[in-house]
């Protein structure tokens, strides 16, 4: 929606030292129209701020000293960064008041969209990395290990107002993040000889994120059913709701729990056989918001990939596996397709849902309307994402041409991608995100999965 400017100045300088200590630096001045007139995070230029964002990076080549002469070693670096950049990625004219028409009972006006922040600025990050390169056995094995440290400050956000400014929300820079992980990948050729070649590659990655500050706290966010948990000294993005302990096999072993639900009256409405057995975390026998807890975190433990490369006379073969471990989905398909309470179809799972005193299920009876809130956000719809994936496979044919040949090469090749995915995950695709927003990483709202797809194709060349 409409215009914005955008303007920025670069500034480089590269040294070496006897090609073994390498120094770079970077400064950039950058001015966005998008904030506030009163943003103060930079220097003045007429009536705008231009923040500076500077990056220092330097490395250390071991092997080139003469310590390392002797050594076995093909290459050793040290490398370290330091670095300051900016995001002004929040839409056109947010930190200013905007009016938008509005029909009322037939009579047309204006009326505020959102609350103006001039003071809105750039959100700016400051990342810190070390790193290691290596390389033996005449360069057949290289080794590659980066540690980092990322830390957010000024944070954008969302931040919750309360209802009597008739508007649910402002963007603000009441926001801050650390980020912390650490980058390891190995390149081997295990085999080199004339008529055959394997070049095996790996890497791996695992990062550890912490909320370090937001508005009051904790910002809660709905979405698609869900609640999404941030909270100061938790990850980032969790899933917020109800833990569940199975369901109800009768009425008198509900009876026993003794566990109720408020009605919209304030009546208390006692849960019965067939009734989700949910868990009270505050022990005072009714079952509310003052439950809810952390019931799954879509940050993965670790991820990474894996490659082969086999080359056999004209024959050559690459294939890449992905996996991520650790990660949790909230899967929203089967939340609507399980839930029994209106007229939507419903997964065959179903069919093994609660019907008779003393019968013993995990599926909740069906209930028009779920009065009893059976289909409330909780752990029942959170599933395990991890997942190993042949992401490509690919065979290749060099057809031998004679040097008098009108060509110069003709391949033909073959390639398969997502051809394989193991997964406990019960929906389509194990890397859903409804949407590009990190609050929506890790949900699956049903859109297309990745497909499995084969292409042929011949490269000539003249």
């Not at 002004?88 to 009579?107: F, H, M, V």
């Not at 944070?155 to 912390?180: A, D, H, R």
């Not at 439950?291 to 433990?301: A, E, F, K, M």
Request: glycine letters at 10%; a neutral charge.
């Amino acid at each position: 929606m409409g215009e914005w400017n955008w303007l920025n100045a670069y500034l480089g300088a590269n040294y070496g030292f006897k090609d073994k200590l390498f120094l770079s630096l970077n400064m950039a001045l950058d001015g966005s129209s998008r904030f506030g007139v009163k943003a103060a995070n930079g220097l003045t230029i007429g009536d705008r701020q231009f923040p500076l964002f500077p990056s220092l990076a330097a490395a250390w080549l071991l092997s080139s000293e003469k310590f390392m002469s002797a050594s076995s070693i093909d290459l050793l670096k040290l490398r370290v960064s330091y670095g300051i950049s900016g995001n002004d990625d929040i839409g056109n004219y947010t930190s200013r008041y905007i009016y938008i028409g509005q029909n009322l009972l037939g009579a047309q006006g204006a009326v505020r969209k959102w609350i103006s922040n001039p003071e809105l600025q750039w959100e700016t990050v400051t990342r810190l990395n070390a790193g290691l390169d290596l390389a033996f056995w005449k360069e057949r094995v290289t080794l590659g290990l980066d540690v980092y440290s990322n830390r957010t400050t000024n944070m954008l956000v969302y931040q919750p107002l309360q209802t009597i400014t008739g508007f649910s929300s402002t963007l603000s820079n009441g926001g801050e993040l650390k980020n912390n992980g650490i980058e390891a990948s190995a390149n081997v050729r295990i085999i080199n000889k004339v008529k055959f070649k394997w070049d095996f590659g790996a890497n791996i990655s695992s990062y550890k994120n912490q909320i370090v500050a937001v508005p009051n706290n904790a910002i809660y966010t709905d979405f698609a059913g869900a609640t999404i948990l941030t909270a100061v000294g938790q990850s980032a993005n969790q899933f917020y709701g109800y833990k569940t302990n199975g369901v109800y096999a009768s009425d008198a072993e509900a009876t026993d729990a003794g566990l109720s639900k408020e009605n919209n009256d304030g009546a208390l409405a006692a849960f019965k056989g067939g009734d989700v057995r949910f868990v009270d975390q505050n022990g005072d026998k009714v079952i509310d918001d003052k439950d809810r807890t952390v019931i799954g975190d879509p940050n993965p433990d670790f991820f990474g990939g894996v490659s082969n490369r086999f080359i056999w006379k004209g024959f050559e073969v690459n294939a890449l596996f992905t996996f991520s471990v650790g990660n949790e989905i909230y899967n929203y398909v089967r939340h609507r397709l399980e839930s029994q309470s209106g007229v939507e179809n419903q997964l065959q799972s179903v069919l093994n849902s609660w019907r008779l005193d003393g019968q013993q299920t995990n599926m909740p009876k069906a209930t028009w309307g779920d009065p009893m809130g059976n289909n409330r956000f909780s752990d029942r719809w959170i599933e395990d994402g991890s997942y190993l994936r042949l992401r490509s496979l690919n065979l290749t044919y060099n057809l031998p041409l004679k040097a008098t040949a009108a060509f110069k090469s003709i391949a033909v090749s073959v390639t398969g991608n997502n051809l394989f995915t193991a997964t406990k995950y019960l929906g389509y695709d194990p890397e859903f995100g409804a949407s590009q927003s990190p609050l929506a990483q890790g949900i699956d709202t049903g859109l297309d999965p990745l497909f499995k797809n084969v292409v042929l194709g011949v490269r000539i060349g003249l």
